[in-house]
Each structure stands twice: as structure tokens, then as C-alpha cells.
């Protein structure tokens, strides 16, 4: 079946320095989601993109879909404590489109 | 305000015990999604509804059911609760379509003794 696999799992970043996340999937998505889940709380949705080699800013975070819309990054420039949390990719899966499958998360940490 | 609300924060049941999740939301979503979240496995599809009394299965559905009766409430039902059900259980709402963001509550955290 499919998957969305995302690495790394754990990521610990001194603030100010940078962090990127990946999403990797096995099979082409129509579009990505990113979701993002402060420690204790729910996942917020963040950003979907659609198109491919499509990238999106949002402020310090840059988002972008690959040109085989198989792949997905999150990059965050200079990490603030504020960032810490666990940040999903998230596509539609293959065997029905309208069900959405989660990565696995990488958990930032910033160490101030 | 957009708001999801799952019924309890905290539960803790026995093995065996029949366990009702109740989701509510408030803004008229055709979508609602079962999830649960365990460490480094991310989130987990159970269940996922598209209309009033529609279901589809999701990755995990067994040992698990759901209901639909209203649009605005989906329910996931642990029939015999059993310890490896302990997890943390996410209800999600998304509008009209195959496209768009989930709204997350708060989560039910259910330990199984």
C-alpha cells in the first residue's frame, strides 16, 4: 500500500540554526499538506501545496513540492524555541482520495 | 471559530469494556476522520466518513467501529477495549471534497488496563 515516509524522526537544532524535514512518498500525490503539533497539543494545519516544483513561504518557513510530486520538504531558517513541536507531511492516499495518510512526524527540538 | 470537540480528554477503561468516542463539530463538514497517534508512528487512519451514515475503512480499522447518524457527530466505538488500544485518538473535520485542511481536536488520550 502506499506510504509517506518523512525523516528524519528527530531533530535537534541549537536556535538560530536552520532544520529541514522531508516527506518522501511511494506513489505520485495530487497534493501535500504540512501540519504542525506543539507538545501536548492537536495538529495545525500549516500549508497544502498542489503543484509540481511548487514552493511556499511563510515567513521563516519555506515549503515545496518536488517536480514528481513524490517528494515534499519543510525548511524553517533560523530556528526559534517557538518552532519546537512535531511537524507532519500528509497526502491524499491512493486507495481513496478523499482519506488523507500522515507521515510519521519529525519532533523538533530548539535548544536555547 | 472553527471547533472540533472530542467528548473526553481522558479515559481509562478495562480490558474488555465496551469504549465510546464521541466527536462534534460545528461547521458543517461532510469529512470527519478517526485518527490515532502513537510515538514515531505518526497518525494512524481508523476511519474516516464522507457523509451522514457513509464510512470507509481506514490503515487500522479492526478491532474498531464507527457511527454517523448526524452530520455534525462522528463516534468511534471500541467494542472490547484491549490493552493495545491504548493510544491517543484524534477526531478531524474537513469540508466538502477531497482537498483542504483537517481541523484536529483536542484529542482523547484512553489508557486500556
Known amino acids: 500500500g502506499q506510504q509517506v515516509m518523512q525523516i528524519p524522526q528527530y531533530q535537534h537544532v541549537q536556535e538560530g540554526e536552520d532544520f529541514t524535514t522531508y516527506c518522501n512518498s511511494s506513489?505520485?500525490?495530487?497534493?501535500i499538506q504540512w501540519y504542525k503539533q506543539r507538545p501536548g497539543g492537536h495538529p495545525v494545519f500549516l500549508i497544502q501545496?498542489?503543484?509540481?516544483?511548487e514552493v511556499k513561504k511563510q515567513k521563516r518557513l519555506t515549503f515545496q513540492f518536488g517536480e514528481a510530486k513524490k517528494n515534499s520538504s519543510l525548511h524553517i531558517t533560523a530556528t526559534q524555541t517557538t518552532d519546537v513541536g512535531t511537524y507532519f507531511c500528509?497526502?491524499?492516499?491512493?486507495?481513496?482520495?478523499?482519506?488523507?495518510?500522515f507521515g510519521s512526524g519529525t519532533q523538533l527540538t530548539v535548544l536555547p | 471559530d472553527v471547533k472540533v470537540t472530542q467528548s473526553s480528554r481522558y479515559l481509562v477503561k478495562r480490558t474488555g469494556e465496551k469504549v465510546f468516542l464521541e466527536c462534534v463539530q460545528d461547521?458543517?463538514?461532510?469529512?470527519m476522520f478517526w485518527y490515532r497517534q502513537d510515538p514515531g508512528l505518526g497518525l494512524r487512519l481508523i476511519y474516516f466518513?464522507?457523509?451522514?451514515?457513509?464510512?470507509e475503512k481506514g490503515d487500522i480499522p479492526e478491532g474498531y467501529s464507527v457511527s454517523r447518524e448526524k452530520k455534525e457527530r462522528f463516534s468511534l466505538i471500541l467494542e472490547s477495549a484491549s490493552t493495545n488500544q491504548t493510544s491517543m485518538y484524534l477526531c478531524?473535520?474537513?469540508?466538502?471534497?477531497?482537498?483542504?485542511?483537517?481541523?484536529f481536536g483536542e484529542g482523547s488520550r484512553l489508557t486500556v488496563l
Open positions: 478531524a473535520s474537513r469540508g466538502q471534497g477531497y482537498t483542504g485542511e483537517l481541523f
Open positions: 506513489t505520485t500525490l495530487s497534493n
Open positions: 501545496l498542489v503543484k509540481s516544483g
Open positions: 500528509a497526502g491524499p492516499y491512493s486507495g481513496s482520495a478523499r482519506q488523507l495518510t
Open positions: 461547521m458543517d463538514h461532510e469529512n
Open positions: 466518513s464522507y457523509d451522514v451514515k457513509m464510512k
